[in-house]
């Protein structure tokens, strides 16, 4: 689930995929930010979770605010290479 956080997803589209209600997605988040020991601000389990998870699970958009809120210098994500395409033998 923080995962999902890290790449920005809200709660009802993070309910949909893990195919759970909304409300649970709720409880998750308090109980993780309750664990962390983190400020009961609305944007600090994305904060922490771009932060502390790889930087391929962040977005550009999540690290400009990483590093406005803790004032960090912006960090260039590496560019993703192209998926190899295999053609099928016949």
Avoid: D, Y
């Avoid at 709660?11 to 930010?33: G, S």
């Avoid at 690290?63 to 998926?83: H, I, Y």
């Amino acid at each position: 689930m923080i995962q999902l956080i890290g790449r920005q997803h809200n709660t009802r589209e993070i309910a949909h995929m893990l195919f759970i209600a909304e409300k649970t997605v709720e409880n998750h988040r308090a109980n993780i930010m309750k664990k962390l020991a983190l400020p009961a601000e609305k944007n600090a389990l994305l904060v922490w979770a771009v932060k502390n998870l790889p930087s391929r699970l962040g977005s550009r958009i999540g690290r400009l605010v990483a590093s406005r809120t803790f004032g960090m210098l912006p960090v260039a994500l590496p560019q993703k290479k192209p998926p190899r395409l295999f053609r099928a033998a016949f």
